[in-house]
């Protein structure tokens, strides 16, 4: 899987790495501490093919998608740089790349952080993030109990389709009527609020 190449601790505590996956693509992992936890951030794909504007990845061009295994590993490594007796305590699909433009290798890597006798995750502490691709969504619902966390970064269309080009396709009404739909599946109606950030 892939190797950790260059790691850097921020100021607050931040660590970021830059793992070398076995074709020689570049992929990069992120831990966050918090008070009360770690968020380990982990890549989907080798660069991303959105292109939103305020993004690095996005810059960079697509590569490939990440397989499932090179995700899991990407958890292997960083929790091998986390001092003894700490651990991480949640995982958020989203480093480079979007997770539901690869959302069969994310749904295999999220079964293995949630099952008992592989991680042993609770489904609550994994979260997929995404920019609001619709059709991906209800399939990865479905297929694994995960957190969505939906990244507006804008509350209108038309400054959204400049920020994030993926709008156009799934405008601010479609992608919030889906979500308010699988609310009312889910008989959870605070799901909405908590998936969108």
């Not at 770690?38 to 890549?43: G, P, R, Y």
């Amino acid at each position: 899987g892939p190797d950790v190449t260059l790691h850097e601790v921020a100021q607050d505590g931040t660590e970021k790495a830059a793992l070398r996956c076995a074709d020689g693509a570049l992929i990069e992992s992120v831990l966050i501490p918090e008070e009360d936890r770690t968020t380990l951030c982990v890549s989907t794909q080798v660069g991303c093919p959105l292109a939103c504007s305020f993004c690095a990845t996005g810059a960079m061009g697509f590569t490939r998608n990440l397989r499932a295994a090179e995700i899991v590993h990407q958890v292997c490594r960083m929790a091998e740089l986390l001092p003894e007796g700490r651990e991480f305590s949640n995982v958020v699909f989203m480093g480079m790349g979007e997770p539901l433009l690869n959302v069969h290798a994310v749904v295999e890597a999220a079964r293995l952080l949630i099952h008992p006798k592989a991680f042993g995750l609770s489904p609550r502490r994994v979260t997929v993030s995404t920019v609001g691709i619709v059709p991906r969504i209800e399939p990865l619902l479905a297929a694994v109990p995960v957190n969505l966390a939906v990244s507006l970064h804008a509350t209108t269309d038309a400054v959204r389709d400049v920020l994030v080009p993926q709008n156009r396709h799934f405008p601010l009404a479609v992608l919030l009527g889906a979500l308010k739909a699988l609310a009312q599946i889910s008989q959870t109606p605070s799901a909405v609020a908590n998936r969108v950030k």
